[in-house]
């Protein structure tokens, strides 16, 4: 398996602009994690998915993000509309019923200009 | 609630030292317990874990004791080397969530 793929792996873009990340799980995988990572901050779990449902979006910071899970091979994290504290590299995360640890993606680095 | 506390970085050694990072936990019931490490520009690669009290996880010449008596999982290396140098999170998974400590900068010197 490719492990987990996330794209882009960078973007930057204009303040007010809508930005959308997007994840593919491990095949197999049953739950699916969103992270924002910054330095102030660290690693904070947004949102967290299992069979494709919404389970814990506790650490959803606003309603300008959302994420969807529409099939077991696919997740999207949006931002609408985006501001410079938004900035932070974002790591999407898959785990199986069967395993104890999650697997990580490379991350997108987002910059909000 | 559940949370990481780990020992604050940045940490620099030289090659061949020996490598302790701190770690202790808060959770209700028997959470499982993972030491992550990132590389420059890299996604989290777990290092190594341990589901229940006294086991060891070890990997690469690294080790962690789950200890339920002191809630620690402290990280251990005998002898770094250059390629050690990273960023390294204790974390906790309990109720299918992970918790990350703050991260510990470790960097190793030729």
């Known amino acids: 398996d490719a492990g987990v793929i996330q794209s882009p792996r960078h973007e930057v873009t204009e303040m007010g602009q809508e930005v959308t990340l997007r994840c593919k799980p491990i095949?197999?995988?049953?739950?699916l994690f969103w992270y924002r990572q910054t330095m102030m901050r660290g690693l904070e779990l947004l949102i967290y998915f299992n069979n494709n449902v919404p389970i814990d979006d506790s650490g959803m910071p606003e309603d300008r993000f959302s994420a969807k899970m529409p099939n077991a091979s696919f997740s999207t994290l949006k931002i609408q509309p985006s501001e410079p504290r938004d900035s932070a590299v974002y790591f999407c995360a898959s785990r199986g019923l069967l395993n104890t640890e999650a697997f990580f993606g490379q991350g997108t680095r987002l910059t909000v200009v | 609630g559940n949370s990481v506390t780990q020992m604050e970085g940045p940490v620099t050694l030289s090659e061949e030292a020996f490598l302790t990072i701190n770690c202790t936990y808060t959770a209700t019931g028997y959470p499982s317990l993972f030491w992550y490490v990132q590389y420059p520009g890299e996604g989290l690669q777990l290092l190594l874990k341990?589901?229940?009290?006294?086991d060891k996880g070890s990997n690469k010449g690294f080790e962690a004791t789950y200890r339920k008596e002191t809630t620690s999982f402290h990280l251990e290396k005998g002898s770094v080397q250059v390629s050690d140098s990273a960023v390294y999170f204790c974390a906790l998974r309990h109720d299918y969530k992970l918790s990350f400590g703050a991260g510990t900068t470790v960097t190793v010197r030729a």
């Open positions: 095949s197999g995988h049953d739950y």
């Open positions: 341990a589901t229940k009290a006294d």
